[in-house]
């Protein structure tokens, strides 16, 4: 938080009524260590100074009472190394790591420090230790810490392991795409560090405004599908291929859909939105939060564009669309959650949980979303204006005072400052770490996180204050999206986003489009069509709370009955199955507009050895990271091999069917 | 599972539960009476839910037309209100007019509605929404404690779940299925109990019945490689069907996954539907349909029509159905003027289409539709739109409608820009006056389920007086 921040921040209370109604909100005025008080619950900004700042305030010396346990402790397991990293236990002065095999101990001190990271390089590769630590200062030492887990591994992945971690951080990838991985001197690490290197639009990809202007069609900068095929090009041909991994998970999250935003450029503004979110994938939430507030695709997708304030003559009020959904979907949810994403209960009924906010709350943040006008100077090519920031109108703003979960933020602001405060009031809030960290592990890694990877997650998004590559690397970097435990967990798993599975295809077998042909781009369009297509497609969600949810657990199943959540069920049923089987079927055989996949690498494989067995294990690893049993792969080659390999058409049947076994059998769709 | 000593027992057990609104044994519950109800249908009989997805703005849709409620609805809504001019013809004149001498006009989109309204086979349903306890008023509202009320209220998700389930996010059984587990048994395949054109339905979702989904213009859709030769093959058609319908268990060497077998159990019932309802759909008999885009109304009544017609074939033999359709992009908080009136044409030209298929069919009386939404909209406007409410009006449609009336009462307008009507919690979000249990309960009761089960199936409907729980609105 900056001093400019601070001061539009001016007071700030305890949370507020909980009761989920219009009722008024009882404010107390705020004493100054409340603030210090509530900043330490948020963690969000200058933690450790806050947190002491509080203690010694009480008049009390720092070091009267052993601190307490730290909290947030993650283990990142690296080449014969495993880091580990938690949040500052107040007043302490030291912490004592310490490790054992077993989750259960016994636990031997293997070192200390006076910082809130360590590096523990006495490790076996292969190993899975296990950490624990405590802060201790002159009163004497805490409690321990949560145990955190880390395997260390050897240099170099497997190819199954290396097609495993593509899954999560990218598309899958084709067999150059796994040696490359193979090749990274640091396994994930390296590779992480060589993606985020990567500039947003890499040599040969144009921006989404740019390629709309470089295509020179004056309709796509009004149509839905000139950026819907610009972002599919992205998705599909862009090397840096985590930034088009994160795009897609961004646009799940902040969605917006082309077709219903009633601007005459819609295209031209959702490609804008879309090269917002892109320049920002690798950078830090609350700029991501900025940037998505500032375009005029949202803001008339969720109708804030020219909302103005209120007016005493015609009885008009602001509108509160987007000042409910940037809480309810982008930021805060509904409920009040712990650091692990589970939810606080009601005290008086447990079947109520707490909320987050209150009508009160939507109705003051409703004023911050008044004034924000399209900037009628961006005038550089047609449909400019839509595809610059909104400006802030001084006329339509509502200059008044806010109060928004119980924090105030002054009157007579700009537009601009007001924003700014109202995300920074966003981000300070303690649910913002686990909202986000759990729904971003979900679309990468898996639909049921433990409790711990979301704290881990959500501890790394409070300590770097919400920066993005810090928030990917805890997730994918996470003995959990790595251990064996997901791969044979009956209960593990996430169903693969339709989306995804079609990426993926495009990717391994290498569609291979030119980056400007905007006519072989079109040739995809709009798949969300459950019955015929993917019942998903990006850009095309039916309206903010995208395809499926989150919470989503399909009733009447097992997973229902565990209490697991599986987001991806909510577009899987009798009619949808079929559409996604019977899509691709078509699509492996025949492409799209004609151009067929690219099977080069795999076709000398067909009747290698005079059976599909070759075939068969290449694709397991390829598309399924070798997560096909092999009973099923011995089903598989047993039927294949009944295909007459002579003939160059029958070669490809053979091809062309082990690829639809493989994807549509239920051990490739769940990834593991 | 353990039986209950005697089911009059159980059901006091259930209400009492039920009333401390913690989630009582429903599966139990509707697994032991479903047997005992279904053998006793011996009619055919349909329900179809409507969905207006996102909130579909009420006081756009019947809209205030004399004089005085006309100028304070013109006054709060500046530049949204329909002009009075455009409303005389779809003024409605219902047999018993309101007590207050409130009088309401169809928005003119909803035209094709209005014979449907003045031949009886149309009620209007005032001020009804999501509740879990009477709310008298806006000063009881404010003092109510959380559990008194609909969790979420004003948010999207929240109350469309909440309007379907009865229950908070995270319900996972709604009151269309749950009305349907009491007949599903006696249905010649379950399978084919609860159906929905429009994808996964909460409200579809019983305890033991599920959404059977379809696609609207398509029906049942075969699988391809499962039905046909896979590129030639025979044995890789047959290995498809294995590997992906297969329930799996730790002891054939793969994995007994969850989400594997989940998926393997829609894919099995994806064929079998295919293989029976696929076969079996007649075309509609009339052409009142209108020309059908991708998943809008039209196209979706036509296929339950379809699915209707088809009741009595071979391997179908349904006697009890519940159906949802939904269409989207009802959440105008923008340009309500030009986006709701081809929305509610969408709904009105495809009830009308469909009443007229249903008395083709002969099953006019045996059918209702009734429109359902997340919650109405705020009567004051925020410029071009509004923005989320409570309380809102619905419509059911069917030969067993009692028809022609007004059911409820409106709320009272607020006076003035500055003083809240007396049920007004800001801006004109009105508490509803009506509970969707006792609308839920009005039609569960023509489709044959007891009193006393009803106060199961609606778990707040034990909450509102027992004179009060049958709105009247169906005949008997």
Known sequence: ?672 | MTKPASRREFLKMAAALSATRFAPPLALNLAALGESAAATATDYKALVCVFMIGGNDNFNTLVPYDAANYAIYAQQRPAIATAMSALTPTLLTPATALAGGEQFALAPALAPLLPLFNGGQMAVLLNIGTLIDPIPSAAAYASAPATSLPPQLFSHLDQRSFYQAEGPIGNTSGWGGRIADMFAAGNGNSLFTCISPNGESLFLTGLNTGTYSISPTGGAIPIQSIVSPLFGSSSCQGVMKSLTTAQRTATDGSLANLFESTYAKVVSRSLLGAQVLGASLPATTVTAFPATTKTNLSAQLSMVARVIAARNASGIGAMRQVFLVGAGNFDTHNAVVTTQPPLLSDVAVSMAAFHTEMNALGVQNNVTSFTVSDFGRTLNSDGDGSDHGWGSVHFAVGGAVNGANFYGMPPVLPPSLATAGPLDVGRGRFIPTMAVDQFGATLGSWFGVSDTDLLTIFPNLVNFNAGTRNLGFMKA
């Open chain 1, 1 to 672: 938080m900056n001093a400019s921040s601070n001061a539009m921040i001016d007071s700030i209370t305890s949370t507020p009524s909980t009761e989920g109604r219009d009722a008024a909100t009882p404010v107390a005025e705020p004493a100054k260590s409340q603030m210090a008080v509530y900043s330490y619950n948020a963690a969000i900004a200058a933690l450790s100074s806050l947190a002491l700042a509080a203690c010694g305030g009480g008049g009390g010396s720092p070091s009267a009472a052993a601190p307490s346990a730290p909290g947030g402790l993650s283990a990142t397991a690296g080449v014969a190394q495993v880091t580990l990293a938690w949040m500052a236990s107040m007043g302490a002065t030291s912490y004592t790591i310490s490790r054992a095999t077993t989750s259960a101990g016994p636990f031997t001190a293997v070192g200390t420090a006076t910082s809130t990271s360590f590096t523990d390089r006495s490790v076996t590769n292969g190993t899975e230790y296990y950490y624990i630590l405590s802060a201790s200062n002159a009163a004497g030492a805490s409690a321990n810490s949560a145990v955190a887990a880390a395997t260390p591994m050897a240099a170099g992945l497997s190819r199954v392991q290396a097609a495993r971690v593509l899954a999560q951080a990218a598309f899958g990838g084709a067999a150059t795409d796994i040696q490359a991985l193979q090749n990274q001197p640091n396994g994930i690490q390296s590779w992480l560090t060589q993606q985020f290197a990567i500039p947003v639009n890499p040599p040969g990809q144009l921006s989404n405004v740019a390629w709309l202007q470089a295509n020179n069609l004056i309709s796509v900068m009004f149509d839905t599908a000139g950026v819907q095929s610009s972002l599919w090009r992205k998705l599909i041909s862009s090397p840096d291929v985590l930034r088009q991994r994160v795009m897609l998970a961004l646009t799940d999250l902040f969605v917006v859909n082309t077709g219903a935003i009633q601007l005459t450029y819609r295209g031209a503004a959702v490609a804008y939105y879309l090269d917002q979110l892109e320049a920002n994938a690798f950078g830090n939430f609350k700029d991501l939060l900025l940037a998505v507030s500032h375009t005029p695709a949202m803001g008339q997708y969720l109708t804030f564009l020219d909302s103005v304030k209120a007016n005493p003559v015609t009885g008009t009020s602001p509108d509160e669309n987007y000042a409910r959904e940037i809480m309810q979907l982008f930021s805060i949810g509904v409920v009040q959650l712990n650091l692990d994403g589970t939810a606080k209960i009601n005290p008086n009924d447990p079947n109520v949980a707490l909320a987050t906010y209150v009508q009160t709350d939507v109705l003051n943040m409703a004023k911050v979303f008044t004034g924000w006008k399209l900037d009628a100077t961006a005038n550089a090519f047609l449909g400019a204006s839509a595809a610059a920031d909104m400006v802030n109108n001084t006329s339509g703003f509502d200059t008044t005072e806010k109060l928004v979960l119980g924090q105030t933020i002054a009157a007579g602001l700009s537009g601009e400052q007001t924003l700014e405060a109202a995300i920074a009031i966003l981000m300070q809030h303690s649910n913002i770490a686990p909202f986000i960290s759990r729904q971003f592990i979900q679309r990468l890694v898996t639909s049921n996180p433990t409790p711990g990877y979301v704290s881990r997650v959500a501890a790394v998004f409070q300590s770097t204050q919400g920066d993005m590559k810090s928030i990917i690397t805890a997730i994918l970097t996470d003995s959990e999206a790595a251990s064996g435990q997901l791969l044979t967990d009956p209960q593990a798993g996430k169903l693969r986003e339709p989306v995804v599975r079609f990426i993926q295809w495009a990717r391994t077998f290498q569609l291979n489009f030119a980056p400007s042909d905007a006519t072989a781009w079109a040739k995809i369009g709009d798949l969300s069509n459950p019955s015929t297509k993917l019942g998903e497609s990006p850009l095309q969600s039916p309206n903010v709370f995208f395809f499926f949810q989150p919470g989503y657990a399909p009733p009447q199943t097992a997973l229902h009955d565990n209490g697991i959540t599986a987001p991806e069920f909510g577009i899987t049923n009798e009619s949808s199955v079929a559409g996604y089987m019977n899509f691709i079927k078509n699509l492996i055989a025949n492409g799209i507009g004609g151009v067929p996949g690219n099977y080069g690498a795999v076709q000398p494989l067909v009747n290698q050895g005079g059976n599909s067995a070759a075939l068969l294990a290449e694709l397991n690893v390829l598309i399924a990271a070798g997560q096909i049993s092999g009973t099923s792969l011995n089903m598989m080659q047993s039927a294949l091999d009944t295909i007459d390999t002579s003939t160059a058409a029958g070669a490809n049947n053979r091809l062309y069917a082990a690829l639809t076994l493989i994807m549509c059998t239920p051990e490739y769709l769940v990834q593991k």
